[in-house]
């Protein structure tokens, strides 16, 4: 995948995508790659401009793959804006031309493990990982034998061992010194008064 990321990126400062048609600035277009997953991201000031780019770039990217015998699942395929805006952006991305559909924008994006939304405050990543700790401390009860349930020293380690790790992760993605993330650590105490009880 290197030389053909590396083609791309040569193909993509060659042409006109990469340049902003009003002020003729050059526009950020990026891709990532991770194991089989493919991230192009956009930034401009324009959802019109950022999605007349990524669509420019998709048809670049797949036409690249196809000369090196690989393809675009397109079914798994994604669109998501972030925004500063009160409600959600909803501009589509029409992949047609590049053999793909017509991408529809989600309220939430899950990227390798964290869950994003399109401004940024992470109250679904982490109510999704407070319940994840919450359902994991319901079954850890049903841990001990018929006698007696667990004492106070395995749930003490069965708690860091288990859901710390859970709770934590990403915690330096969302856990920002400026941020409303009062939200965020409520939902992670009423887990901890839980695990307690």
């Known amino acids: 995948m290197a030389p053909i990321l590396k083609t791309f990126e040569k193909r993509i400062k060659n042409t006109n995508i990469n340049k902003n048609k009003n002020d003729n600035k050059t526009s950020s277009i990026n891709i990532l790659s991770y194991v089989d997953n493919g991230l192009i991201t956009s930034q401009e000031k324009s959802f019109d401009l950022s999605c007349s780019s990524l669509v420019d770039s998709c048809y670049v990217i797949s036409n690249l793959l196809k000369d090196a015998g690989l393809y675009i699942k397109h079914q798994k395929s994604e669109v998501f804006h972030f925004s500063r805006a009160h409600t959600a952006p909803l501009h589509s991305i029409d992949l047609t031309n590049a053999g793909g559909p017509i991408l529809h924008p989600k309220p939430i994006w899950q990227y390798l493990g964290f869950y994003f939304d399109y401004k940024l405050f992470f109250y679904y990543y982490t109510h999704f990982y407070t ?15 018929s006698t007696r349930g667990l004492l106070s020293l395995q749930k003490h380690l069965l708690y860091y061992m288990c859901i710390i790790p859970i709770a934590t992760y990403g915690f330096q993605l969302w856990f920002l010194k400026d941020t409303p993330i009062a939200f965020n650590i409520q939902e992670l105490n009423k887990m901890q008064r839980r695990a307690i009880l």
Do not use: E, F, H, V
């Open 131 to 145: 319940t994840k700790c919450l359902s994991i401390l319901k079954a850890m009860k049903m841990l001990g034998n």
